[in-house]
């Protein structure tokens, strides 16, 4: 067995693995991927297209990219892409890059924002589709890196979920490569050569509080590769009844609480880019949002 077979075969592993612990995927779902054009999300996309050839269930895949009107992004690429693969897609236009460029003050960064205005448009796509699941293409180092946020900005213990229902009671967002490593991700993307299309929005932003995390991250794997897995078996391992959480745990009556469902995974403050910026006032710029667009769609 080659490398590149056996790499292969490590991330359908991964991803099979994720979609069955947590349910992913059944039968008859509608799954929206969210292709970006990143690595990730081609990958994602492969994995997912294993998993309709092989799975004993059947389930449709729609391909959908968010075209953000950046400057200089190649709009010709995933479609050529998709059409070349077969598979069904939707390109959504929506002019979201202006009103992040409008909001955010020069110099501080603009993830918040921009992941949240991207998150609305997704699910009303979702909606207009009839998606059962909007598929994305986060990591287990992503996991690894808000974690860390979380706990050093945002004064709290989460991360993304592998499956998320949303507070609108319809839409149902799911992690397929939760338990994939960045590092596989790069070499299966590199030798399958995508099209890569970079993030001229948020890549090149140098103050991202998240590129602080993954550098730490690194810098333990470098040192003891066996502390990122331990990490990652902790998000798996979790005891309220030796934290201070007195939401989640009744240490009169020892024994769990059952806490209420948020579908909230906004950035801290410090990446949100919005000094102070609380949800209702990013919800209002959604709101603004012009109706989807579609163009060049393919059907199955």
Known sequence: MDAFTKLEKRLRRDTAKAVTDFQLIEASDHVMVCLSGGKDSYTLLDMMLHLQRVAPIEFRITAVNLDQKQPGFPEEVLPTYCKRLGVAYHIVEEDTYSIVQEKIPAGQTTCGLCSRLRRGVLYRTADELGATKIALGHHADDLLETLLLNLFHGGSIKTMPAKLHADNGRNIVIRPLAYCRENLIEQYA?????????????????????????????????????????????????????????SLFDFNANQRIGGEHTDSENNTNSDLGLPGAGAAQVDAVIQGVHPITFRAATTE
């Open 190 to 246: 590199a030798i399958k050569q995508y099209p890569i299309i970079p993030c001229t929005l948020c890549g090149s932003q140098p103050n991202l509080q998240r590129q602080a995390m993954k550098s730490l991250l690194a810098t333990w794997e470098a040192e003891n590769p066996e502390r990122i897995a331990s990490m990652l078996t902790a998000l798996k391992n979790v005891t309220p009844s030796h934290l201070l959480d007195r």
